[in-house]
Antibody, heavy 121, light 107 residues
Framework: EVQLLESGGGFIQPGGSLRLSCAASGFTFSSYAMSWVRQAPGKGLEWVSGIYSGDSSTFYADSVRGRFTISRDKSKNTLYLQMNSLRAEDTAIYYC??????????????WGQGTLVTVSS | DIQMTQSPSTLSASVGDRVTITCRASQSISSWVAWYQQKPGKAPRLLIYKASFLQSGVPSRFSGSGSGTEFTLTISSLQPDDFATYYCQHYNSYPITFGQGTRLDIK
């Protein structure tokens, strides 16, 4: 069974940093593209960042480029999101999502349960 | 960036109804569209990819169509489990964007 388990969320002051993790199991982690998608309280879905398999090309939403970094450790089957210079508008549930394909985005076929990040003074 | 505009924002319907949700892209995106269902407190679930391909395990009452800039998600006969919020998503290019969502309520 495919499972994605996020961790690392919490309460942080503006300007602070957090690193989210997503532990993957039940599939060949190294063979699929992965993404982070967030959802602010009561709002819609916002894609944040993605990473391909293979060459590990990375992609970012304009709202987080230069502040967030996505990475993956294939030896640990874990996806990461390093979040720096956090702002109040980054407050959201952050979901880890597995793509259907390796080197493209073709639809997120599996999602974790999400981890809540709250940025507030 | 490509914008995805869904309509309606809210839809009230009854069990057994046929419902259609529309998504319009701000530029042509071929068939690079997915549809998701989300229930309160839960992660989204992939229903349709590449505009019209049914994801494994999704009931056949769900269908998708369209290409270019106009896309639709249709539920042929609403079931009690279908009352949820639905999102379209394009993946034609980065950044990927979602529609604002359509909440499907029980009439």
């Amino acid at each position: 069974e495919v499972q994605l388990l996020e961790s690392g969320g919490g309460f942080i002051q503006p300007g602070g940093s957090l690193r989210l993790s997503c532990a993957a199991s039940g599939f060949t982690f190294s063979s699929y593209a992965m993404s982070w998608v967030r959802q602010a309280p009561g709002k819609g879905l916002e894609w944040v960042s993605g990473i391909y398999s293979g060459d590990s090309s990375t992609f970012y939403a304009d709202s987080v480029r230069g502040r967030f970094t996505i990475s993956r450790d294939k030896s640990k089957n874990t996806l990461y999101l390093q979040m720096n210079s956090l702002r109040a508008e980054d407050t959201a549930i952050y979901y880890c999502a597995k793509d259907r394909a390796a080197a493209a985005t073709t639809g997120f076929e599996c999602w974790g349960q999400g981890t809540l990040v709250t940025v507030s003074s | 960036d490509i914008q995805m505009t869904q309509s309606p924002s809210t839809l009230s319907a009854s069990v057994g109804d046929r419902v259609t949700i529309t998504c319009r892209a701000s530029q042509s995106i071929s068939s690079w569209v997915a549809w998701y269902q989300q229930k309160p407190g839960k992660a989204p679930r992939l229903l349709i990819y590449k505009a019209s391909f049914l994801q494994s395990g999704v009931p056949s009452r769900f269908s998708g169509s369209g290409s270019g800039t106009e896309f639709t998600l249709t539920i042929s006969s609403l079931q009690p489990d279908d009352f949820a919020t639905y999102y379209c998503q394009h993946y034609n290019s980065y950044p990927i964007t979602f529609g604002q969502g359509t909440r499907l309520d029980i009439k």
